[in-house]
């Protein structure tokens, strides 16, 4: 069994910084892509940052220069820089990852629960 647990989410003033952790636990045999998503209230969950295993970055358009995704892989944890935070940016962050298990070396793709961001004054 394989799980992601996320932690780190809360309420920040605009302008402000929080660090979102997401590590990976179980049956893991390799982590390829791990990535961040997010879901505001009415509105349909959007891909925020990608990492491959390699170190390759991606992110949207609206968090670049704001947001760095990293990953540590001896700890198998991504986490999710965020600075200059604004309430648009206000969602539950969610953490996704491409994760072969050592059961049946498959590659599946695993989610986080979730933890809500709440920029606000």
């Known amino acids: 069994q394989v799980q992601l647990v996320e932690s780190g989410g809360g309420l920040v003033q605009p302008g402000g910084s929080l660090r979102l952790s997401c590590a990976a636990s179980?049956?893991?045999?390799?982590?390829?892509?791990m990535g961040w998503y997010r879901q505001a209230p009415g509105k349909e969950r959007e891909l925020v940052a990608t990492?491959?295993?390699?170190?390759?970055?991606n992110y949207l358009d609206s968090v670049k220069g704001r947001f760095t995704i990293s990953r540590d892989n001896a700890k198998n944890t991504v986490y999710l820089q965020m600075h200059s935070l604004k309430p648009e940016d206000t969602a539950v962050y969610y953490c996704?990852?491409?994760?072969?298990?050592?059961?049946?070396?498959?590659?599946?793709?695993?989610w986080g629960q979730g933890t809500q961001v709440t920029v606000s004054s």
């Open positions: 990492i491959t295993s390699g170190g390759s970055t």
């Open positions: 179980g049956s893991i045999f390799s982590i390829n892509a």
């Open positions: 996704n990852a491409n994760i072969r298990d050592r059961t049946w070396l498959r590659f599946a793709v695993y």
